[in-house]
């Protein structure tokens, strides 16, 4: 492929890369990441919206892997060099064609300008030669008046006897003087057009001297014009070959990204399941007591969870959008800010499940508290750095575990779950 064929296949390529930015920048308005143009009112309602698009932003990435988000970042980062590269070369491209065609220009004019002096050259000789001719033949003719005396042709005509032979030779004096005159001035003629030649020879030499100039000037412009864009088109490739290579990172990682999630999915589903036959079991057990007349007490609803620690909620439950993968998945919990080592307590009393690896939940508690308000209802503590307990009865406010960043995490903080009946739901319509 020619140059010009590789050039055209670069632009391409940075069309679509331009593109794919574009739709990463789209993907990241969904989010809310993109700021506020500049010129918005500075109002604390703008400073309100742009901590939650920060805050979305932040969550939307969280439970993303960080080989991935890196490896999406990376990729963006260079193919929003693209354009400017692309534009950089176009102009370096053009500067260079109008270097070289400046070039060629005087380079044409030097070459016309020498022609015309070769020209010049040859007709000043021409009209030296000429010119030495009639200054020799008047020499001549003036060195014969001279040297002759009275047996010159003006004595001879001016000593003849008769009329007739004093007409004739009157006439021959004419034509002499004639002669001489013809002579003279055609001296004069071939000394000015001498003049004249020797006046335009050197002017074409000036001419000369300053295209040669221009000329230097021009091919220097020109190989620097040439150089420039010779480094713009390597910088572009270079660009490009790293593109193209964090692209195909970028789409292992994706690929990667998509096992895990659907890792997490079976890890959830088995958690589910394990909920929903715990579920069973407490419904059958309430049932067999209520047909034998016993008590079944009835536990509260709303507010009956205690929070499972002291820190702020980061990230609410609900559904995300996958910046990377475009796909909406649910959160299936609430996000508390703790650092890594914080005390977790059980929300309530109930029994403990399992305690061990949740996958992607790194180490993950289950604790499972019994029928309340019709559902069996059960927490999940994830993102655990280590365990204080791991099977049992537990009690409200019983320190179980530290916090950690465990598992599919990208920083220290709480992941807490409620499920009823083995379905997710808003921790926050439990806790108090």
């Known amino acids: 492929m020619g140059r010009a064929g590789r050039t055209a296949s670069v632009r391409s390529t940075v069309r679509r890369r331009t593109a794919a930015v574009a739709a990463a920048v789209l993907g990241a308005a969904v989010l809310g990441v993109v700021a506020p143009q500049a010129g918005?009112?500075?109002?604390?309602?703008?400073?309100?919206a742009a901590d939650q698009r920060a805050a979305a932003a932040a969550n939307a990435l969280e439970d993303i892997s960080g080989q991935l988000v890196g490896a999406w970042k990376a990729y963006n980062a260079?193919?929003?060099?693209?354009?400017?590269?692309?534009?950089?070369?176009?102009?370096?491209?053009?500067?260079?064609?109008?270097?070289?065609?400046?070039?060629?220009?005087?380079?044409?004019?030097?070459?016309?300008?020498?022609?015309?002096?070769?020209?010049?050259?040859e007709q000043q000789q021409q009209n030296a030669a000429q010119l030495q001719q009639t200054q020799d033949a008047l020499d001549g003719f003036a060195a014969d008046v001279f040297q002759?005396?009275?047996?010159?042709?003006?004595?001879?005509?001016?000593?003849?006897?008769?009329a007739g032979d004093f007409a004739d030779r009157l006439v021959m004096a004419d034509t002499v003087t004639s002669l001489t005159n013809s002579a003279i001035t055609d001296l004069q003629n071939a000394r000015a057009e001498d003049a004249a030649q020797k006046a335009y020879l050197t002017s074409v030499r000036a001419q000369i001297a300053a295209l040669k100039v221009q000329a230097q000037?021009?091919?220097?412009?020109?190989?620097?014009?040439?150089?420039d864009a010779a480094s713009a088109k390597a910088s572009l490739d270079r660009l490009?070959?790293?593109?193209?290579?964090?692209?195909?990172a970028l789409n292992a990682q994706k690929a990667a990204e998509q096992g895990r999630l659907a890792a997490a999915q079976a890890d959830q589903a088995r958690l589910q399941a394990m909920l929903v036959e715990q579920a069973r079991r407490a419904a059958a057990?309430?049932?067999?007591?209520?047909?034998?007349?016993?008590?079944?007490?009835?536990?509260?609803?709303?507010?009956f969870l205690s929070r499972p620690g002291s820190a702020p909620i980061t990230s609410p439950f609900g559904l995300r959008f996958h910046p990377i993968l475009h796909v909406w998945k649910l959160h299936t919990g609430t996000d508390f800010g703790m650092a890594c080592g914080t005390p977790v307590y059980a929300a309530a009393d109930g029994t403990v499940l399992s305690a061990g690896w949740g996958g992607g939940d790194g180490n993950r508690i289950v604790i499972d508290h019994g029928i309340v308000s019709g559902v069996d209802l059960a927490s999940t503590y994830n993102h655990l750095s280590r365990f204080v307990v791991t099977g049992g009865h537990?009690?409200?406010g019983q320190l179980i575990a530290y916090s950690g960043t465990t598992g599919y995490s990208t920083g220290c903080h709480l992941h807490f779950e409620t499920l009823?009946?083995?379905?997710?739901?808003n921790p926050m319509t439990w806790l108090s």
């Open 394 to 396: 537990v009690s409200r």
């Open 285 to 303: 057990a309430a049932a067999a007591a209520r047909a034998k007349g016993a008590y079944v007490a009835v536990q509260g609803g709303t507010g």
């Open 78 to 121: 260079t193919a929003a060099q693209l354009p400017a590269a692309q534009k950089k070369l176009d102009t370096a491209s053009a500067l260079e064609r109008a270097a070289q065609q400046r070039n060629d220009a005087v380079a044409a004019q030097l070459s016309v300008a020498q022609a015309n002096e070769a020209r010049a050259v």
């Open 240 to 248: 490009v070959a790293t593109e193209r290579s964090q692209l195909a």
């Open 217 to 227: 000037q021009a091919l220097a412009a020109a190989t620097t014009a040439r150089e």
């Open 40 to 48: 918005s009112a500075d109002t604390g309602d703008d400073k309100k």
């Open 420 to 425: 009823e009946n083995g379905s997710f739901v």
């Open 148 to 162: 002759g005396g009275g047996d010159s042709q003006l004595a001879v005509a001016l000593g003849t006897q008769s």
